[in-house]
């Protein structure tokens, strides 16, 4: 699996974008990135993924640069509730099922 | 609510104690998985199961104990656990075992003395 390199942390005031980083420069043809966040005690919760093209879905966007060696997850309008640990996981599909890497992640502070 | 359920939320034991964590899913799945993750630290993966079958033992010590009776329970039995497995302990299930979009339960906070 291609290694990710996040920033260990960031800031973000409520109700502007956050911007979450993401490289992976490793990355192969057949690599998904997948981003999952963490709330402190509780589980990671699945937050969105994507191949080559841009996605959204009702908690974020994903944006995969064209050499795919990087993306950015963005939370359009970040509340305090946002507050979390931010994973970038890169993993092949199909390939050895669902044992996901989890790195240290970015921790994603959101002020009022 | 993520469909895993975990119990109990928190647990604290003797090292010469037996304990067992229990998770239950309720989405039909048919992939379960146990992660351990110690304070300030990356999740690790411990146990993977896939169709009630063990496909994925992490070099996990003797004294954690798995176990999955059907696709819908699984259990982790802890014996003679040491202080530096105090840890919390997270419960995961996706639809296949190839399938990367996981449900985690909220985990068991584990205090070992």
């Known amino acids: 699996d291609a290694k990710t390199t996040q920033p260990p942390s960031m800031d973000c005031a409520e109700g502007r974008a956050a911007n979450l980083p993401c490289n992976h420069s490793t990355i192969s043809g057949n690599e998904y990135v997948y981003w999952y966040r963490q709330i402190h005690s509780q589980g990671p919760q699945y937050i969105i993924h994507g191949l080559k093209n841009n996605e959204t879905n009702e908690m974020a966007s994903l944006i995969i640069t064209e050499d795919r060696k990087s993306s950015t997850l963005i939370l359009p309008h970040a509340t305090l509730r946002d507050t979390a640990v931010y994973y970038c996981i890169v993993r092949a599909v199909y390939n050895q099922g669902g044992k996901l890497i989890f790195g240290q992640g970015t921790e994603l502070s959101v002020k009022p | 609510e993520t469909g895993v359920t975990q119990t109990p939320r928190h647990l604290v034991m003797g090292m010469t104690n037996k304990k067992s964590l229990k998770c239950e899913q309720h989405?039909?799945?048919?992939?379960m998985y146990w992660y351990k993750q110690s304070a300030k630290k990356p999740l690790e993966l411990m146990f993977v199961y896939s169709l009630e079958e063990r496909v994925e033992n992490n070099s996990v010590p003797s004294r954690f104990s798995p176990e999955c009776p059907n696709s819908s329970h699984l259990f982790l039995h802890l014996h003679t656990l040491q202080p530096e497995d105090s840890a919390l302990y997270l419960c995961?299930?996706?639809?296949?075992?190839?399938?990367?979009?996981?449900?985690f339960g909220s985990g068991t906070q584990l205090s070992v003395l």
């Open positions: 995961a299930s996706s639809l296949r075992f190839t399938n990367e979009k996981l449900f």
């Open positions: 989405l039909g799945h048919n992939a």
